[in-house]
């Protein structure tokens, strides 16, 4: 059963659009919300993380939106380029020894 | 990549044989993690490891065991592969003060394929 649901399975936007990846989770324990990025042949590399005491955080381009009471969040990519092109996956941890992963969302930035 | 390195880095093997994949760190990480990638699955627990000769199971460990003699190697050994275990294989690391454990950093990743 997969602990961490994620959406879309691929996408595709436009150069300068917005590219936004939505995951939920059911388990209240979690308290950690990562996003890894990975490129084809590569592990997977840490881009952004979040704690359910904010509701946003922002780094450059990249927003989380953490919804509690939804037990949801979500990855925004503003003004996408075609080096965003990539694999996304969301996880969530209960206490950091154990991660549960999304199963990812294949992106294309379109030049 | 954060100083890890993944040996070997493609393996061909047949079902019923033991293969061992070696992680090798130097960057003095407490926590050492095997995960397996599979499509449709993205990256799933496989084992983890908080210190020398200690360790736990994750998500999906059964077929697998692990050790950690030393600090910087974590090895995953599947006894007798299957068919089923074919998969890309990562190892990751985190720190282990406080919240810092919670950033991991991954391998370059393993394929294997059992035939």
């Known amino acids: 059963q997969q602990q961490v649901k994620q959406s879309p399975q691929s996408l595709i936007v436009q150069k300068g659009g917005i590219s936004i990846i939505n995951c939920a989770y059911e388990?209240?324990?979690?308290?950690?919300f990562p996003w890894y990025q990975q490129f084809p042949g590569k592990g997977p590399a840490l881009l952004i993380a979040?704690?359910?005491?904010?509701s946003e955080k922002k780094e450059g381009r990249f927003t989380i939106s953490f919804n509690k009471s939804a037990k949801q969040f979500s990855l925004h990519i503003m003004d996408s380029q075609p080096g965003d092109s990539a694999t996304y996956f969301c996880?969530?941890?209960?206490?950091?020894?154990?991660?549960?992963f999304g199963t990812g969302t294949s992106l294309t930035v379109i030049p | 990549d954060a100083g890890i390195t993944q040996s070997p880095r493609h393996k061909v093997t047949e079902t019923g044989t033991p293969v061992t994949l070696r992680c090798h760190q130097t960057?003095?990480?407490?926590?050492m993690y095997w995960y397996r990638q599979d499509p449709g699955h993205g990256l799933r627990l496989i084992h983890y490891?908080?210190?020398?000769?200690?360790?736990d199971k994750g998500e999906v460990s059964d077929g697998y065991s692990v050790s950690r003699s030393k600090t910087e190697d974590f090895l995953l050994t599947l006894e007798s592969a299957t068919s089923s275990q074919t998969s890309v294989y990562f190892c990751?690391?985190?720190?282990?003060?406080?919240?810092?454990?919670?950033?991991?950093?991954f391998g370059p990743g393993t394929r294997l394929l059992v035939l």
């Open positions: 490891s908080y210190g020398v000769k200690d360790t």
């Open positions: 960057e003095n990480h407490r926590y």
């Open positions: 990751a690391i985190s720190r282990a003060s406080g919240r810092a454990r919670e950033t991991q950093y």
């Open positions: 979040i704690r359910p005491d904010v």
């Open positions: 388990n209240t324990a979690f308290d950690y």
């Open positions: 996880a969530a941890s209960p206490s950091g020894n154990q991660f549960y």
